[in-house]
């Protein structure tokens, strides 16, 4: 992929995972949904709170977790969570989630999933 489009995709990443608790009336600018998995969910809710306003903010990529420049994937310590809590985001053709997306720099044509999981549920 080449520099330009991983830096569109890294864009909408993360004007995404800015606005994704964000009320909003119509539809977003960056179409998706997040997902999280029993771990998270059965967290208390003010942890989750804490942690989804963590991968709305997460800024800290580095080349291991972040090879392509995408910022799709981060992984965050908390305190009073007994493990890393990992974030990915996978994209998809449409919000049937059936087809990956064949251009996710396009939102127009791509639908994004973030799931927050606990690293155990990776």
Same mark, same amino acid.
């Given at each position: ?24 009336? /119509?539809?977003? =600018?960056? =179409? /998706?949904?997040?997902?999280? +998995?029993? /771990? *998270?969910?059965?967290?208390?809710? !003010? ?9 709305? !903010?997460?800024?800290?990529? +580095? !080349?291991?977790?972040? @090879?392509? /420049? ?11 969570? @007994? ?5 990915? *985001? ?16 396009? =939102? ?6 973030? +799931? ?7």
């Amino acid at each position: 992929m080449d520099e330009q489009k991983a830096k569109q995709i890294a864009a909408l990443n993360d004007q995404f995972r800015l606005k994704f608790f964000v009320p909003t009336f /119509g539809p977003r =600018p960056v =179409p /998706g949904h997040i997902v999280c +998995t029993r /771990g *998270i969910s059965g967290l208390p809710p !003010e942890m989750q709170i804490r942690i989804w306003s963590a991968v709305s !903010e997460y800024n800290s990529f +580095t !080349e291991d977790d972040d @090879p392509y /420049g995408e910022h799709d994937f981060g992984a965050i310590t908390m305190d009073g969570v @007994p493990e890393k809590i990992f974030w990915k *985001i996978d994209y998809y053709a449409d919000k049937s989630c059936a087809l990956g997306a064949e251009d996710p720099s396009d =939102p127009a044509r791509s639908f994004r999933v973030l +799931t927050i999981m606990l690293a155990s549920e990776y």
